[in-house]
């Protein structure tokens, strides 16, 4: 997983059907050097808001199985986060 | 997802027969550093089109299941985009 | 598989309900420009420790089966590493 | 699917047996820096030819199933290519 | 498939049961930069020796199936590469 910050929303009107209904989100990752990718959100997230990313396979079977065409999903919202920094 | 823009075209005349009647388009990213990349459209999606492509094995079930032998999809095309920038 | 040290932990209270019981380390590849990542843990590591992290589906595999939405686990704690330097 | 350019031959005769009867090739990318790798050939690709490749369980599958240890498949030679440079 | 040269060994005895039994060995990429990883060897490999390394459900499939947590194997010892250099 990866942790990102929910930066932005995408709309799409022509897309293949089974990604209605899925709130599409920008997000962008806090480390790693800030990859931005879209993410189909499961739990409620915000602007603004810290939260963990999956992808591949995983994200696609989080999101309700073989024909979901996403490959990225919010899968958490961070409460809280303690590491150490490098 | 990642975000890309369309910007080309590829033909193969010699190419594994699943391939046959997909239209093959070059993408680039138009975050992480502009990754260029063949996706198969499954949206109608033309040159200079801001789209979003996904990846990996769910690319392949969005273009048909197991046989068709492309790991990178159009699944979307942007209507609006609206993100912090870094 | 990917040598890590674990650098943290990660809680998230809203979330999907299939990572409830996970235990969320974040972790710190040692090699390849040092990437951080949330891993749920498989082998009760602690922070400071080495350890294997797997990725994909792989790791959502063994953490249970299709329905785990975690796509990174930690696998194993190295005791002993002994390599080549470059 | 990457762009790739034919650049070598590599030959293993300890291998994993289910490898055995596969044409292994050297690519490189074209793009996104020039990755080098080796993929299986479906299409029988020469050394200097412009291919597309792809990767992961998709490879897997076009090379013939589960059982093939390949992730990596040349699909297509590329008759043309035209594609805005950035 | 990525070229890589066994550069070490790592062990763990506290470890994910179904990774009993697995010889792990740490490879170094000699292209793209040379990122290192821990591997399982289906083939007999030896510190020193190039080798041919796959990754994903593809590795887990020639490792034995859905139960083996290593997304990495060495499934070839390479006895000739012969390429054009960048």
Request: with cysteine.
């Amino acid at each position: 997983m990866i942790i990102c910050k929910v930066v932005g929303h995408v709309w799409a009107t022509k897309k293949e059907e089974h990604l209605n209904g899925q709130k599409l989100m920008v997000v962008r990752e806090t480390e790693n050097g800030g990859g931005t990718y879209v993410a189909a959100d499961l739990v409620g997230a915000g602007i603004g808001e810290l939260v963990l990313v999956i992808s591949g396979s995983t994200a696609r079977m989080a999101l309700g199985g073989n024909n979901t065409p996403s490959d990225m999903a919010i899968v958490g919202i961070i409460d809280n986060l303690e590491m150490e920094t490098t």
